[in-house]
């Protein structure tokens, strides 16, 4: 069996213990990058992710992102340096007769010039920098995506059973985070690593004793954020882990709203998610002040560095050691060099965790597997023969290795014969099938397809030779042409119009309003199950299949769909060979060969009546459905015009009662939460403080360089006091910053806190009609819920402070440099408005990003799709035309990104080149007041430092400014949600509580579904069931038979008409109080991610005592199998109830409803699912269960409901025949037609 992906990662760790921390990083650093350029998978399939072209790419931007580094150091030794010296010497006493000022303030102009020039060239580099690095990462990672589904559709089923969940998580987090690797944020790092390199080299060649304390400093500051970043990696693993709980919470809870809203499981779901949504936010909240204490740090060590580095050059100066013009150098290159490598820190961490998602994802893709599904390994015969013998094969499914399926298993499927496989429900009837169509290798024995062992042969080759038509038929999220096609993925439209055709499901196709264009919609919601399998058997035809699978193909239909199905199968039978496998016996009686298994083993073989003379087992499953004498199963002469008149939802006429582009409101306080306003004052009072930051500074700054101006005697008190002024502004905005960060984020997280737990309340309590409008499926909720909330998170707390201080610093700055010089201040304005102007632009255009966004989501709900359901593919063996359609969404997506990335790369080089303009502008002009004696000329330093420091805050600030329009867009739809309002509120304590005894009446009930309001599904429906009777409805798909039940638990409000419940209006009973009175069993039983006990207990809020649970566990006759399990009651079922049968899984669901012990039993095919021994027993308990209660069954059976108290007939919504058995018999109308040969 395969190792999970847990256990390789876990071997490959092996490699790195004993090796110091750094030099684990490194390592998996080393394996991850070397596994770009050369992977064993990407050899395998002829695939390098980084080709020459990207490589030549990548380099580029790399080699920008290091000009980019290079020029601000440059520009401070080059230009700045310069012009300091000439300024000092200016403004020093004594000084004016030994220097020719008009001389020296004639290379302003030149100097000026020359910022316009490196300005040019920040620009060029910036914007190739963007341009190349977001292309090459989009490029890498489409090919990662691709190759990533591409090796989980080709794994075998049995790996990904127990990696599912880990895949789905990997598809929409981890390639996601990997994309940091080669965007933007990594040639940031680059480029901030650069100027780090090239300003510490330019101090070190100033001064190298300054230069090494500031070295030090720095040493020591890197040390301290190491270790906050460690701990908040920590701390924001834990905070991940919470999150994925939060959506593995709400992902179960939109995918069975049905059953969460029958069973009253709402106040259960919302008080789950409340409390891991609590530990979420607890965790997030130390995150956030640990990054708030390293971001605080940097103003501190920042302010450090300057006071030593001027207080000591002030010395060395002092003794005739130092140029004072090469402060500028210390300072503004060296030190903002370091504050750069602190930022870089940050940026370097988030590149190691986005190392970890890569490292996980190579990890699988490197792992060797003995399973292939690849087109050219394998033998290919040259025909072939459907001879296929199972010799002492023993199984065990990967998740529950201590249980065998099937115990030294033998028996023959002869070519051209139909073979029928029956058994109990458990027995290994399916897992024959999933052997034969190799989703999984067998661990005991061997199987033989034309003498041949089937793991010598092409496992491509071997899937197209068979069709399978399973019980529940996957279809896709795409049109009914693409459907069938993916049984052949070459088939031309003619081929599957034939297939069609020979389904019987050509003619309802070409009824739909799109024909074969229409869609199927999720798992095919949009098409009744009669539909499904029929497009199923088409799917299975059109490849033209030497042998066919029947896989309880008709068992879950009703009497209708059954008899067309039946026919389609009878059709598609012919020539080829078949094996069946069924629990019901009149499915199987023109077998040739019947083949009886029981606990994996074959216990008897024969023809029907050989096996009916042997009186045994088989004999004995023939006898509880009576099949000779009651079960009367019709077979229907198929009338096309009565039978393919079926309605669907085709996507092109949906109309949404609500668009999705609902007008943006912000989100108001409530003022009577006192905790909010208190925290919201003070997140704004420290970010106000923050934003006096660099005013302050810039004043001490340009205090700094006018002390050289003064006698050396003075200078040395002077510089004293100038230190002590920048370390207490350190000291300042080190508290204002951590208290800053930690209050916006508290703010944020309260104010976000309450509109999710607000969306997922309103979701728990919509009715179920609300999922039907566009934009509400529960799909795109769990979307919004999910990932709504980080892009909201990424414009909020800390991050809008930042915003929110480059603003106030911005008005500042002005401010400031209005006082020193109004002339260089107006001329430096329109470049400052030119980078706001054009980074407005473009944030109102998103068109192309929203697509492009809308493309990638889409993209991603594909890939899941393709994981959740990858034995379907495997068995269609499609899994190359499934790849080749989402690389061409990818591919899609990246070319509606381009003009995107087009106004990022503007905007990230016009953040780089403002700074430049500004100081060329600042000479130019400067020079006329200085030369006319109106400014001095270290004043111009304080407006240079201030348009400095503010261009720093710039880049991020616009790029956050740029990501608030899909935030935006993103609170909305959350808000969207939170403030919907529904017709009913399924957690409301209005309406009357009265005793329910039972009497059920429908009167003049009209009903549409909202999807397809024109469609009347019940007309004028009269209907009358007495208190403590059996009532059973039958008729064909779509008749109305499930929406009588859906109407009675008020999941959908009739359109005209009344449901009266003991005389009492159904819409006047409180909600949650009429679904108590109720039990009921679905046709698809559900089962969540809980023990066994939880799943009976599910929606009971009082204590059970533990009797009563074994008691309801008996009455569904599943109590014995409970026991049997290691932990009994305390079992978990897994996801879906994966780790049980579908009989063992409807069995708890009979429990759930029977401890209930409602007033109303509600059956909706209960007993379809399971096999002929389970079914008599669970009958018997159901009738027992139903004494005393109104009981609705809704059957195809005609054996399961010959006991009813009235049988009723449902033909086009209407009551077309009602009474009991004999009477309908008696009046030999459409039910004795049932019955008739």
């Known amino acids: 069996m395969e190792r999970s992906t847990g256990a390789v990662v876990e071997q490959e760790r092996t490699k790195f213990r004993g090796l110091p921390t750094q030099y684990v990083v490194q390592c998996r650093w080393t394996y991850t990058m070397s596994y ?43 230009l700045l340096t310069p012009l300091l010296t000439i300024f000092i010497k200016v403004e020093t006493p004594g000084n004016l007769q030994n220097i020719n000022v008009t001389e020296e303030i004639s290379k302003f102009t030149d100097y000026g010039y020359d910022y316009y020039m490196i300005g040019l060239m920040n620009f060029s580099f910036g914007f190739v920098q963007i341009i190349a690095s977001e292309t090459v990462s989009r490029n890498i990672m489409a090919k990662i995506k691709a190759a990533y589904l591409s090796k989980i559709l080709s794994m075998e089923l049995g790996w990904c059973d127990k990696s599912q969940e880990q895949f789905v998580n990997t598809m929409s987090h981890d390639l996601q985070k990997m994309m940091v690797l080669f965007d933007s944020k990594m040639t940031s790092a680059v480029d901030m690593f650069s100027f780090f390199f090239f300003g510490c080299v330019a101090g070190f060649v100033v001064s190298w004793k300054v230069a090494i304390l500031t070295f030090g400093l720095m040493l020591i500051a890197i040390t301290v954020i190491y270790f906050i970043m460690q701990a908040s990696k920590k701390v924001g693993n834990l905070r991940q882990q919470y999150n994925g709980k939060c959506t593995k919470i709400i992902s179960e809870v939109l995918g069975n709203v049905q059953t969460v809203n029958a069973y009253g499981g709402e106040y259960k779901e919302i008080k789950r998610y409340k409390s891991i949504f609590k530990m979420s936010n607890k965790y997030g909240l130390k995150h956030a002040i640990l990054i708030s204490i390293g971001k605080a740090f940097n103003y501190l060590q920042l302010c450090t560095c300057y ?95 201590h249980t065998k399926v099937l115990c030294d298993l033998t028996l023959d499927i002869e070519p051209g014969k139909v073979t029928a496989i029956v058994g109990t429900s458990g027995a290994g009837k399916s897992t024959i099938v999933s052997l034969i169509s190799r989703l999984y290798d067998v661990t005991g024995g061997q199987i033989l397809v034309g003498g041949v062992d089937m793991r010598k042969l092409n496992i491509c080759w071997l899937r197209n030779q068979i069709g399978v038509v399973g019980q529940e038929p996957m279809l896709f999220d795409t049109s009914i042409e693409e459907n069938i096609r993916y049984g052949k993925t070459t088939a031309t439209l003619e081929e599957i119009i034939e297939a069609a055709k020979i389904s019987y499901a050509h003619d309802f196709i070409e009824k739909l309003p799109s024909g074969y264009g229409c869609i199927a919609g999720e798992k095919g919601t949009k098409l009744s199950g009669g539909q499904k399998q029929r497009i199923a058997i088409a799917r299975a035809m059109v490849r033209k299949p030497k042998m066919l699978i029947l896989d309880e193909a008709t068992s879950a239909l009703d009497l209708y769909s059954e008899g067309i199905v039946q026919k389609a199968l009878d059709n598609a039978m012919q020539g080829r060979t078949t094996l069946i496998i069924a629990h019901r016996m009149s499915t199987v009686r023109k077998a040739d060969v019947i083949y009886a298994i029981n606990e994996g083993r074959v216990v008897e073989k024969g023809s029907h009546t050989e096996l009916m003379d042997l009186k045994g087992f088989y004999y004995s499953l023939v ?92 200078l040395s008190r002077i510089a004293l006091i100038n230190a002590g002024y920048i370390f207490g502004l350190g000291t300042i905005a080190f508290l204002s910053a951590v208290l800053s960060g930690t209050m916006s984020t508290m703010a944020t997280q309260l ?71 109004t002339s260089i201040t107006l001329a430096n304005l329109p470049i400052i408005l030119f980078v706001i102007i054009i980074n407005c632009f473009r944030m109102k255009s998103r068109v192309t990003d929203t697509r492009s966004a809308s493309i990638a989501t889409r993209s991603t709900k594909v890939a899941i799709e393709y994981v959740q359901n990858v034995d379907t593919i495997q068995t269609l063996n499609c899994q190359k035309h499934v790849i080749n359609q989402y690389q061409d969404m990818l591919a899609l997506s990246k070319s509606e990104a381009f003009v995107s990335i087009i106004w990022y790369a503007v905007v990230y080089g016009l953040s780089k080149s403002l700074i430049r303009l500004a100081m ?207 932990q009994a009651y ?92 004999e009477e309908l018999m008696e009046k030999r109308g459409h039910y004795f037609n049932l019955f008739s040969r």
């Not at 140029?323 to 150098?329: Q, V």
């Not at 998602?357 to 025909?383: E, N, W």
């Not at 069995?1147 to 409803?1153: L, P």
Request: net charge neutral; with cysteine; glycine share 4%.
């Open 623 to 714: 006898k509880v459905q009576k099949l000779d004498e009651k079960d009367k199963v019709a077979t229907i002469n198929v009338n096309k015009d009565e039978f393919f008149d079926e309605d669907i939802v085709d996507d092109n006429n949906l109309e949404a009662s609500e668009s999705i582009k609902m007008k943006y409101k912000n989100l108001r306080l409530n003022k009577k939460n006192f905790k909010t306003i208190i925290v919201w004052f003070l997140a704004v009072l420290f970010t106000v403080i923050m934003s006096a930051f660099l005013p302050v500074f810039f004043y001490i700054y340009t205090m700094f360089f006018q002390s050289y101006t003064y006698m050396k005697d003075e």
């Open 1130 to 1221: 305390d079992t978990s079922v897994g996801e879906r109830g994966s780790k049980l049968s579908m009989g063992q899984t409807q069995r708890i669901t009979i429990a759930r409803a029977v401890l209930r012990r409602p007033k109303i039993l509600l059956l909706d095919e209960p007993t379809s699912a399971l096999d002929t021994e389970n079914e008599k027993a669970v009958q018997e308990a159901l009738e027992n269960a139903s004494v005393g209660k109104t009981t609705i069954v809704i059957a195809h059976r005609l054996s399961t409901i010959r006991k009813a108290d009235k049988i009723i007939i449902l033909k086009s919504g209407e009551v077309a025949e009602e009474g009991s058995h």
């Open 36 to 78: 770009y350029f050369q992977s064993k998978y990407a050899e395998e399939n002829n695939l390098r992710y980084l080709d020459r072209k990207d490589t030549t790419i990548l380099i580029l931007s790399i080699l920008a992102a290091v000009g980019n580094g290079f020029l601000a150091p440059y520009n401070v030794a080059a």
């Open 307 to 401: 006071m030593v580095a001027y207080y000591f050059s002030v010395r060395l100066y002092l003794v005739d050691d130092f140029d004072p013009g090469y402060i500028a150098i210390i300072l503004s290159a060296q030190i903002n060099a370091i504050y750069h490598c602190t930022y870089m820190l940050s940026t370097v961490f988030e590149l190691f965790m986005a190392t970890d998602s890569a490292y996980r994802v190579m990890m699988f893709l490197d792992r060797d597997t003995s399973y292939s599904d690849s087109t050219d390994q394998g033998i290919i015969p040259k025909t072939f023969e459907p001879n296929i013998s199972f010799k002492n094969v023993q199984f065990s499914y990967p998740t529950t290795l």
């Open 920 to 1126: 060329g502008t600042t000479f130019i002009v400067g020079a006329d007041d200085i030369a006319f004696g109106n400014l001095r000329g270290t004043s111009l330093i304080g407006i240079i430092s201030a348009l400095s420091f503010t261009s720093m805050l710039a880049g991020p600030a616009l790029i956050l400014m740029s990501q608030y329009p899909a935030a935006r867009q993103a609170l909305s739809r959350l808000h969207r949600i939170a403030n919907t309002k529904t017709s009913v509120n399924m957690l409301s304590d209005k309406g009357i509580i009265p005793e329910i005894i039972g009497n059920i009446v429908f009167h003049d009930v009209m009903f549409s579904y909202p999807t397809r309001d024109k469609v009347l599904v019940l007309k004028k429906l009269n209907l009358k069931i007495e208190a403590g009777k059996t009532v059973a409805i039958v008729g064909d798909s779509g008749c109305g038979k499930s929406t009588i039940i859906s109407l009675l638990e008020r999941f959908y409000l009739p359109n005209e008409g009344k449901i009266f419940i003991d005389g009492n209006d159904i819409n006047n009973i409180n909600v949650r109080y009429l679904r108590s009175q109720m039990g009921l069993v679905s046709q698809e039983p559900v089962l969540f991610d809980m023990t066994i006990k939880e799943n009976i207990l599910y929606g009971l809020e009082e204590e059970v005592p533990m009797e009563k649970i074994i008691e309801a566990a008996k009455i569904a006759n599943i109590h014995n199998f409970i026991m049997k399990l290691p």
């Open 751 to 821: 104010w976000l806190k309450k509109l999710q737990v607000k969306a997922f309340y309103k979701i728990v309590s919509m009715d179920i009609s609300w999922f039907d409008r566009s934009g509400c499926s529960p799909n795109e909720c769990l979307e919004v819920l999910t990932n709504s909330p980080p892009l909201i998170e990424s414009v909020t707390g800390d991050k809008a402070s930042q915003v929110i201080i480059f603003m106030i610093s911005l008005l500042f700055s002005i401010g400031y440099s209005f006082f020193i010089s």
